[in-house]
């Protein structure tokens, strides 16, 4: 049996796919080494950054205006559907001139203007596909030379058909060159602890492949590659950096990311699956299926613009909870009621993720807010954490197991006396040579007169006898294998087309040491056959002459001990 590890390549593999693991761990660490090494000078800047929270009035449904601190919520039934207004005093920015105003928005889109001039605008389209809401966006609109006043208008139309609370974040004056710059500075952090799971992801997939083999364990180690890479890609949609950057595309980014929450909480219940009593397969397999089918229903309603991303992710939230309720009572009764001890090992790990995913569908569902920041990095880190020590213990296990399996391979493969091929060896072989087309020479041997030789002079020297015959036949018979068959008897199948004269030639006359320093001459008999697969002869009966050859010979010489 072929051993199916280059054991010094996986554990290379695995040694790196657990340091990078645990270098997640101390993300805790990032926020002092970042304050120690980030920009503290504005040398790079034009000029500071001005963020807007005060001087903003909001035009509410009733036509009252009120002034307003941002980030500020606004409840869709306050204002008017089909856009609304607020006015923005620019009063604490000492020069406008060559400056841009930075706009994050998320389901609404806008358009600023001064008096008359429309400065910018974004618009969703009316039957975009896949109807989204438009996402998050973060725009820079670039403000007039000179104004005569300071005051900008910024128009907001909802995009959402459901109740929604939007969130008008502040607003940035600056230089346009400037924002990206600020961005990276004030976002670098979270991007770098998501660098280490893209790392995480990257050596995850590489090491499932090296591990493909090996089905139960290569599937476990891409799915913690599979989860790392929606973590990362589901947050790194999320931040302004990036918003900005893939503005123009923030309906495909937002439908990605929508994609990213799905899979992650599919991922890890398929995970869960994997680890739970036998008992809960068959609920997990139709609880699969449903999910699959519901989610292949809900793409099609919103490709034909019936339901938004939006209005699907209040859906998604409810078939979190449900599946993360299963999940938790299928986790605790195996390790509780059926003691499972492939839970036991995973219980620690997974069970704090349902639990967050619950609060956090709670949170979303009673105050329309996500709950899922970047701290679910250091929960899902200690998940991905445990599951890596799973794995290197499974490892570990098999590794064994093969060693195991080579030792028994060896007690099956060899014989212990003569440490020639055994009879299951031969056997297999046989097997193995019914189906090729290459002729061979089959060779049967047998030690004369091993009785006499034990009842005279001892079964010790009678294996000594059987020692000196296979080893003789080992060294002389070339291009072959040789297997001991029987007590006394020997097969020796060589893959080169042996003559007579070659039987005729090998000694017959073996020297076998006693222990009191005497030696005993031991004959054996031998007879070959040469099988040729394209004859009418079959293997079987090439074995069969090969074995009456013998007992001529066996005839011939009988009964002779020198």
Known sequence: MKNIFNENKIRFYFSLFFY??????????IPQLYKNTQIVSNKLYHNDIVEITDNAYIHEKDGTIKKISL?????????????????????????????SIAVSVKYFD??????????????????YVPKNGGGKGYYIIDLPKYMQNNKITMHIIPKLNIRYSYIINPLYVGFRADFLLSLLKKEAKDLFVLFLFVIISITSFIVSFLSRKIVFLSQKIFNIGLISSCFVTYFFIRYDTVAYLLSDYRYITHFIQYIMSVLIIFTIFRTTKSSVSPFFIKIFDILNNAIII????????????????????????FLMIFVSVICLISMIC??????????????????PIYFLILYASFVYISVNKSALNMNISILISIYL??????????????????????????LLYI???????????????????????TPITIMTADVNNLKYINDNFSHVIGDKAIIAVGRYLQQNVPNSLIYRTGGDEFIIISDNILEEDFIKDLNRHIVV???????????????????????????????KISDENMYDDKIRLKNLIL
Request: aromatic share 14%; proline share 1%.
């Open 385 to 410: 954490f445990i599951q890596i020590v799973v794995i290197l213990r499974e490892y570990q296990y098999i590794l064994k197991e093969n060693a195991n399996q080579e030792m028994y391979k060896k």
């Open 334 to 351: 195996s390790v509780f009621f059926f003691k499972y001890e492939i839970a036991k090992k995973e219980l620690l790990s997974t069970v």
């Open 294 to 317: 519901s989610y292949i229903i809900r793409f099609y309603l919103n490709i034909l613009g019936i339901l938004s991303l939006k209005e699907l992710y209040y859906l998604d939230t």
């Open 20 to 29: 990078i693991t645990i270098a997640i761990i101390f993300i805790q660490i």
């Open 415 to 437: 014989d212990s006396l003569t440490e020639t091929y055994s009879r299951y060896a031969f056997d297999e072989k046989i097997q193995n040579l019914k189906g090729i087309n």
């Open 71 to 99: 980030p500020y919520v606004v409840d869709s039934d306050t204002v008017d559907k089909s856009g609304f207004d607020i006015d923005i005093y620019l009063d604490n920015i000492d020069d406008i001139k060559n400056k």
């Open 110 to 127: 806008f358009s600023i203007k001064y008096e008359d001039t429309v400065l910018g605008k974004v618009y969703t389209a009316k039957n």
């Open 513 to 543: 040491n006693q222990d009191d320093g005497k030696t005993l001459d031991v004959i054996y008999s031998i007879g070959m056959c040469v099988y040729r697969p394209n004859g009418d002869m079959s293997i079987d009966m090439a074995i």
